[in-house]
């Protein structure tokens, strides 16, 4: 089946009043950002719809794209045909023909944008769905449950037919809740946490320290491809790669083995936060779950947020790890979160830090180092990138020796 477009259906943005313009405009930059390879689709962002024009590109690569923009609730491939009842018979009953097989129920289903159209709602139903029973081989009617709904919209412009309704991952459109800085790991949680942040429409930024030589080069390009899996929900995304080995040797070496943990996250912070306010984010977000290691305890959480005032927001907080394993299978970050590449999160881990971790030790303790010219530093060593779609990093081959 040739269709002519695709047409987007906005769900949540739909509720937006006033500022549902710029809601609009947002989502159709995404949609080009994700389909911009693709020459000849053309679209065009209207008030109630998106229609996107294939112009012969092929709707199944079209179809893989949108199902990974925040913002679509819902689309379906259609046929553009006139306004007129043998036209859309014509159209209805080739549509039809594409995907029946005899013995399948069916039933129509029109809207009518546009009110002054010859027929209504009703009449259109009862017409067309005589001509498919009449043409198709033992078409049943069944309302409530049928196998096949061919769906019409009568719109200003033309009639556009089909014979499916697709479901978009739903959510804001990214970009539309602000700017954020994103603490990326090369673990499962913090990769799933981007996500949730990119669905409810928030711009990230990925911000991964890096501690060469303690770790390899295989760590880093691992956050990178991680990235890479996520950027397929926005079109691009900025990667930040903070060098984090002199702090962490100078914390090992000055401070008490029970706080190396809580100083180590009190310094990620702040330079997460000096880099948010640099590149005018909003807010930091983390991958962090109640409970789950010793540095994510209520008492650690308190110890560790100290050092800002800005809001630090855990998306996967409540979750358990179950939840948090599923999702990530789900959005295809699991097989290349749990590949054994060592992160700075992971080296220098004491074997008994303090679980219940006091906010006064800490300034204590931070006292004897210069933690002015530790941040200064790695502030000054910082990497920016951008990366795209599924932009790789690792080599397969690499990656399976190293799983042996």
């Known amino acids: ?150 769906r019409l919209e009568v719109r200003q412009d033309a009639v556009y037919i089909s014979n499916q309704l697709l479901h978009g991952p739903g959510g804001m459109t990214v970009g539309t809740a602000g700017k954020a800085v994103m603490m990326l790991s090369g673990g499962i949680d913090s990769p799933v946490a981007s996500y949730l942040a990119l669905k409810r429409g928030v711009d990230i930024e990925m911000v991964h320290f890096f501690s060469p030589p303690y770790t390899s ?8 491809e991680l990235t890479g899996i996520l950027a397929n929900y926005c079109g691009k995304i900025t990667f930040i790669a903070v060098p984090f080995a002199e702090i962490q040797e100078t914390i090992k070496e000055k401070l008490p083995e029970g706080y190396l943990m809580t100083i180590q996250r009190r310094f990620m912070l702040r330079l997460a936060d000096m880099i948010r306010e640099k590149r005018k984010g909003l807010a930091i977000f983390n991958g962090e779950s109640v409970g789950q290691v010793a540095s994510q305890t209520l008492e650690s959480m308190a ?71 530790l941040l200064q530093r790695a502030m000054d060593g910082i990497e920016i990138s951008t990366i795209k779609p599924n932009e790789k990093f690792i080599d397969d081959q690499t990656a399976d020796q190293d799983l042996l």
Do not use: W
């Not at 709707?59 to 689309?75: A, H, M, N, P, W």
């Not at 006139?82 to 399948?104: D, H, N, P, R």
């Not at 959005?331 to 006091?358: H, N, Q, W, Y």
């Open 217 to 224: 080069d295989k760590a880093l390009a691992k956050a990178k």
């Open 1 to 150: 089946m040739q269709y002519t477009e695709v047409m987007v259906r906005y769900g949540e943005l739909s509720t937006k009043g006033k500022n549902r313009k710029d809601f609009i405009g947002r989502l159709a930059g995404n949609v080009e950002k994700v389909l911009a390879d693709l020459e000849n689709v053309k679209i065009y962002p209207k008030h109630d719809r998106m229609h996107i024009v294939l112009n012969g590109a092929s709707f199944e690569e079209v179809d893989r794209r949108l199902k990974k923009v925040f913002g679509i609730q819902t689309y379906s491939p259609v046929i553009r045909t006139e306004k007129t009842l043998e036209a859309i018979k014509k159209t209805a009953l080739e549509i039809m023909q594409a995907v029946y097989k005899s013995g399948m129920t069916f039933k129509v289903n029109t809207k009518r944008a546009d009110h002054h159209f010859e027929y209504d709602t009703n009449q259109l139903n009862l017409m067309v769905g005589d001509y498919l029973f009449d043409n198709l081989q033992d078409p049943k009617v069944e309302m409530k449950h049928p196998d096949v709904v061919l």
């Open 303 to 373: 110890a560790i947020n100290n050092v800002t005032t800005t809001p630090v927001i855990r998306p996967v907080a409540t979750m358990d790890k179950t939840e948090i394993i599923r999702l990530a299978e789900e959005i295809g970050t699991f097989d290349l979160s749990v590949m054994p590449f060592e992160d700075c999160c992971t080296i220098f881990a004491p074997p008994r830090p303090k679980t219940k971790p006091r906010i006064d030790k800490a300034i204590e303790y931070e006292k004897r180092l210069d933690v002015e010219g």
